[in-house]
């Protein structure tokens, strides 16, 4: 379907509007502006571009610690070499050698064995938290469910004591500034570096309590996967408890909430999942296509990189629209549908491609279906209560500030 050059559709995330009208400003620049440049940074929204800027080598994530360093010395507080190491070592500010190296050991996190454990786990913490709405004729998804449930998973796979776990509440929000760093002011730049001090060491310390006999899960699963390379362990333990922590938290909260709202949208998906919940699966991918709870993803150009006839130059930003991509309509057909049995939904980009295809996607998809099942079981008569409540404070994700929701 064909849309006007409406330029009052312009591209503006900072705009109170423009969650309201993303997939109307997405679909014009698809159509008459697929490579949009403001200032030195470059918009992708068409999903061969996108995949193919995921995919090249041209472009990496390791500019995004260098941008933050020049942020950080414009405020004339500038990271100990300790803390800037922290943040150029995060898997997912990592290229070529040094990302593939590092991306094996972690990987080892999420092989089958620790997966099913961790499953056992998520599980768990989801049957709590169900548990504690059971009684209540209305209760708030994303407050009460989709945003305690990785803080919870967390703590127990890193075996997290409840002081640990109260640091861990205080400093995640600011932690999360990483994964939007064009976002942070001058405050939260202060705060960023708070919280890295802060998760750097009692993850230290988690270390050494691991060491010294009292290992976690994430502990164990981590050692086999450096068993070759036990030196950068060490290195890499805060680094990599970082990682899962701002990988797993919003997301995965984002993923839930965006999850149910599409199906109780629709109450004939609805009706079918009850009938038949291995049907779940499905309407998750389905959501991570329709609904994507990674709205962006960002790149820097490492060598000069052509697309649609221009050169994009060293140094320059690139914003890959990973929910854009997922409503082309060259690729889904009627994508503005959420349609539960779509052949193709499987490829979607909202856990990225290539090399930093997401590590623990299949533990994010496990608790959203886990959820889902859950609640269409457990609650019969389980419908919205108002509509959709779009945060507006990151760029880069989808998710909803609420989802009250009558349970009974």
């Known amino acids: 379907m064909n849309i006007p050059n409406d330029k009052t559709l312009r591209f503006n ?6 969650n309201q009208q993303i997939y109307q400003v997405y679909q014009r620049m698809r159509q008459h502006q697929p490579l949009l440049r403001i200032g030195r940074t470059w918009v992708l929204t068409r999903y061969q571009d996108v995949s193919t800027a995921l995919r090249s080598p041209q472009l990496g994530s390791s500019g995004i610690p260098r941008h933050l360093m020049v942020q950080f010395a414009r405020l004339q507080s500038e990271l100990s070499p300790e803390l800037a190491a922290l943040v150029r070592d995060i898997l997912l500010f990592q290229d070529g050698e040094h990302h593939r190296t590092h991306r094996k050991p972690l990987m080892a996190l999420f092989g089958r064995e620790p997966l099913a454990t961790l499953k056992q786990l998520a599980a768990r913490e989801i049957n709590h938290l169900i ?55 001058a405050a939260g730049l202060q705060k960023l570096m708070a919280a890295l001090r802060q998760l750097d060491l009692l993850f230290s310390q988690c270390y050494q309590q691991c060491r010294q006999g009292h290992p976690s899960l994430f502990f164990n ?4 996967g450096y068993a070759e390379h036990r030196a950068l362990m060490q290195r890499y333990f805060s680094t990599d408890c970082v990682t899962v922590l701002i990988g797993g938290s919003e997301t995965t909260e984002a993923l839930i909430g965006n999850l149910m709202l ?38 820097t150009v490492m060598q000069p990189w052509q697309i649609h006839g221009r050169t994009l130059r060293e140094q320059d930003n690139v914003l890959l629209c990973l929910g854009a991509a997922n409503r082309d309509e060259t690729q889904f057909q009627t994508a503005h549908q959420f349609e539960l049995h779509r052949s193709n939904s499987q490829r979607h980009l909202g856990f990225g491609f290539g090399a930093h295809l997401c590590a623990g996607q299949l533990l994010a998809q496990f608790q959203a279906e886990t959820v889902c099942g859950s609640l269409l079981e ?15 404070e990151s760029l880069i994700l989808r998710s909803l500030r609420a989802l009250p929701l009558a349970l009974q």
């Open 131 to 185: 548990n504690e709405l059971q009684a209540a004729e209305q209760a708030d998804l994303i407050g009460q469910l989709a945003r305690p449930l990785w803080p919870r998973v967390f703590a127990g796979w890193l075996n997290l004591s409840a002081q640990q776990q109260q640091v861990v509440e205080q400093q995640k929000e600011s932690i999360r500034l990483l994964l939007d760093p064009s976002a942070i002011d």
């Open 378 to 392: 457990r609650f019969p008569r389980l419908r919205l209560l108002g509509s959709a409540d779009w945060q507006s």
């Open 13 to 18: 995330p900072a705009s109170p509007s423009f």
């Open 262 to 299: 599409a199906v109780l949208q629709n109450p004939g998906v609805t009706q079918k999942l009850r009938q038949h919940p291995s049907l779940i699966r499905l309407a998750v991918q389905e959501t991570l296509r329709y609904e994507s709870p990674l709205q962006m993803a960002r790149r």
């Open 221 to 224: 699963a981590l050692s086999a």
